[in-house]
């Protein structure tokens, strides 16, 4: 029963999308599309209103700054003759952990401009599914002193996974992560969390927003499964 109980729920939750592309004088300058959730649910109509007006923030950010700064590069472009390339932004996200206690969503916006520029901003919610109510990271840690700096030690450690990969870090990374970590950027995932780094703050411009992995250790008041 419990587990019928927890399909039903992950069927509530769907992902609503809007295409639209901007014009000037009949030429196409700017192809939006964006995907923003849905959850069902009385109680969760706090959760439905924020991501209804996060979408709407950015599709009018795009018809206007983004539309302008794209216009002017047409405009540029035809000037000298050369080729105009089509500018482009959307919104997407995806459900990172739903059980019955938990809802994580992350999201990611990108801007690509016509001079092959792509713009990056990654950030996550994380509610709890009974009441729609938002989940702060410091309650993954009741009661531990501290728990910021042994994230932040943990995040140097996928931090450096991350480079031996070959992503591009910046070379003093330890103050980076330090420097621009923050709390409001993580999502929770089901053998741990998902912190995110804005474009070019611990990495060159070409990797986008960072996004670094930290899974659930033994000495964390928190694993798969809590108490907020």
């Known amino acids: 029963m419990k587990n019928r109980d927890l399909l039903e729920k992950k069927e509530k939750v769907i992902w609503k999308e809007k295409q639209k592309i901007l014009t000037l004088t009949g030429e196409p300058v700017l192809e939006m599309s964006l995907s923003w959730p849905e959850v069902a649910g009385k109680k969760r109509w706090n959760v439905r209103r924020y991501y209804r007006l996060l979408s709407e923030g950015w599709e009018k950010q795009w018809c206007r700054e983004v539309y302008w700064c794209a216009c002017a590069d047409l405009a540029q472009k035809r000037a000298a003759s050369r080729h105009f ?14 059980d019955e206690q938990l809802l994580s969503i992350a999201m990611l916006a990108r801007e690509e401009h016509g001079d092959g520029r ?12 009974e009441d729609g109510s938002p989940v702060r990271l410091k309650e993954f840690f009741p009661g531990k002193h501290r728990w910021r700096r042994e994230l932040l030690r943990q995040a140097e450690d996928a931090a450096q996974r991350a480079r031996e990969r070959g992503c591009c870090l910046a070379p003093e990374l330890k103050g980076a992560l330090r420097r621009w ?32 992995h930290i899974p659930f250790v033994q000495s964390w008041p928190m694993q798969g499964s809590h108490s907020v």
């Open 85 to 98: 390339v089509l500018w482009k932004a959307s919104l997407s996200g995806q459900v990172t952990r739903q």
């Open 118 to 129: 792509g713009l990056e901003y990654r950030w996550g919610d994380t509610w709890r599914w």
């Open 181 to 212: 970590f923050s709390a409001e950027r993580f999502v929770v995932e089901k053998d741990g969390l998902l912190l995110y780094y804005p474009q070019c703050t611990v990495a060159s411009a070409a990797e986008g927003a960072v996004t670094l």
